[in-house]
Structure formats: C-alpha cells, structure tokens
C-alpha cells in the first residue's frame, strides 16, 4: 500500500484502500486524505448538512459540500 502525507493533519500514512467516493473528489480524497482526518469529515459533514438543511441530491447542496470538504481537508482538486 503506498504512503501519503495527509493534507490536513500532516501524518506520513498508509493511503486509503479506496477512494471513498466517485469522481474528482474521490480521488483527490484518496492520495492527499489519512482515513482518520476523512472519518472525522464524515461527523463534520452530518453535523453541516443538518444546520444548514442541506439536501445532498440536489446538485447545488451537493457543491456546497465539496467546497467546505476540500475546505476542511486542505484538498487540492483539479
């Protein structure tokens, strides 16, 4: 398994088996993110998309939350 330095924490880490998700961001997730640092995303996220109502299969709700993960996690996305 290969090793990233995760974007948020700084930690050397053996990278995530999978990308958590499809697509850009689930990539992006995958070589730059530590598995503790995307699970404490994951609380984060429940906790955004409860205060602000977010509907995450409505296209806009669902960029608003790419934003504040790439945000949270220090992600570079291409």
């Given at each position: 398994?290969?090793?990233?330095?995760?974007?948020?924490?700084?930690?050397?880490?053996?990278q995530?088996?999978?990308?958590?998700?499809?697509?850009?961001?689930?990539?992006?997730?995958?070589?730059?993110?530590?598995?503790?640092?995307?699970?404490?995303?994951?609380g984060q996220?429940?906790?955004?998309?409860?205060?602000?109502?977010l509907?995450?299969?409505n296209?806009?709700?669902r960029?608003q939350?790419y934003?504040?993960?790439k945000?949270?996690?220090?992600?570079?996305?291409?």
């Amino acid at each position: 398994m290969a090793q990233i330095t995760c974007a948020r924490c700084g930690r050397t880490v053996e990278q995530m088996q999978d990308p958590p998700m499809r697509g850009k961001y689930g990539e992006a997730v995958h070589t730059q993110v530590c598995a503790d640092c995307w699970s404490e995303w994951k609380g984060q996220q429940v906790m955004i998309i409860n205060h602000y109502g977010l509907l995450p299969a409505n296209p806009a709700d669902r960029e608003q939350l790419y934003l504040l993960m790439k945000e949270f996690l220090n992600l570079q996305v291409a």
